[in-house]
């Protein structure tokens, strides 16, 4: 028998209304998350979908204090399920245009090289380490907000970083 989504178990202590809080206030950040670990916008949105989906079934047995660092785990585990033997690669999207004029030919394949470099080498990054990096490089949260998201101290996620930018420098200036 499947349950309809619009009855509301009164006995639960996540009501429909927490519910749709909890949706218009992480989604996207979730959706975001998924998308730095697979590195396709479709997928993470029907991976953040199913994430959401998975919390609304579990709502009798969620504590309200717990159900961001419950949604950053739901989520990983099921982009895990769905790449268990898969190495991901992010990509990088630039959305602004160089001026031609001003810039040679050489500087322009440098750059490319540069750009192709950096981005292999971000999705080459152990997964704990990228989705911390990008989760304060692109969305600009702090160490604490990213702690709390996946449930880890900040020193946690301070080692992570730190993890990262070395490894990123490391192969960066290796292979240039």
Same mark, same amino acid.
């Given at each position: 028998?499947k349950?309809?989504?619009?009855? *509301?178990?009164?006995?639960?202590?996540?009501?429909?209304?927490?519910?749709?809080?909890?949706?218009?206030q992480?989604?996207? &950040? *979730?959706?975001?998350? *998924?998308?730095y670990?697979?590195?396709?916008?479709?997928?993470?949105?029907?991976?953040?979908?199913?994430?959401?989906?998975?919390?609304?079934?579990?709502?009798?047995?969620?504590?309200?204090?717990?159900?961001?660092?419950?949604?950053?785990? $739901?989520?990983?585990?099921?982009?895990?399920?769905?790449?268990? &033997?898969?190495?991901?690669?992010?990509?990088?999207?630039?959305?602004?245009?160089?001026?031609?004029?001003?810039?040679?030919?050489?500087?322009?394949?440098?750059?490319?090289?540069?750009?192709?470099?950096?981005?292999?080498?971000?999705?080459?990054?152990?997964?704990?380490?990228?989705?911390?990096?990008?989760?304060?490089?692109?969305?600009?949260?702090?160490y604490?907000?990213?702690?709390?998201?996946?449930?880890?101290?900040?020193?946690? *996620?301070?080692?992570?970083?730190?993890?990262?930018?070395?490894e990123?420098?490391?192969? $960066?200036?290796?292979?240039?």
């Amino acid at each position: 028998m499947k349950k309809d989504f619009l009855k *509301i178990n009164l006995a639960s202590g996540f009501s429909r209304a927490d519910y749709i809080d909890l949706f218009n206030q992480s989604y996207s &950040h *979730i959706k975001n998350f *998924i998308y730095y670990k697979t590195g396709d916008i479709n997928l993470a949105e029907d991976i953040a979908q199913d994430t959401f989906i998975k919390i609304w079934e579990k709502r009798n047995e969620i504590k309200q204090q717990t159900v961001k660092s419950l949604l950053y785990t $739901i989520a990983g585990n099921l982009c895990k399920n769905r790449f268990e &033997h898969q190495q991901v690669v992010f990509e990088f999207a630039r959305n602004y245009q160089q001026n031609r004029t001003s810039v040679s030919p050489e500087f322009e394949l440098e750059l490319k090289e540069f750009n192709d470099k950096l981005q292999n080498a971000i999705g080459n990054l152990k997964e704990k380490n990228r989705v911390v990096f990008m989760m304060n490089r692109i969305d600009g949260l702090t160490y604490k907000q990213i702690a709390q998201n996946l449930g880890l101290s900040q020193k946690a *996620i301070e080692k992570r970083m730190k993890n990262a930018l070395d490894e990123l420098k490391k192969t $960066i200036e290796y292979k240039i």
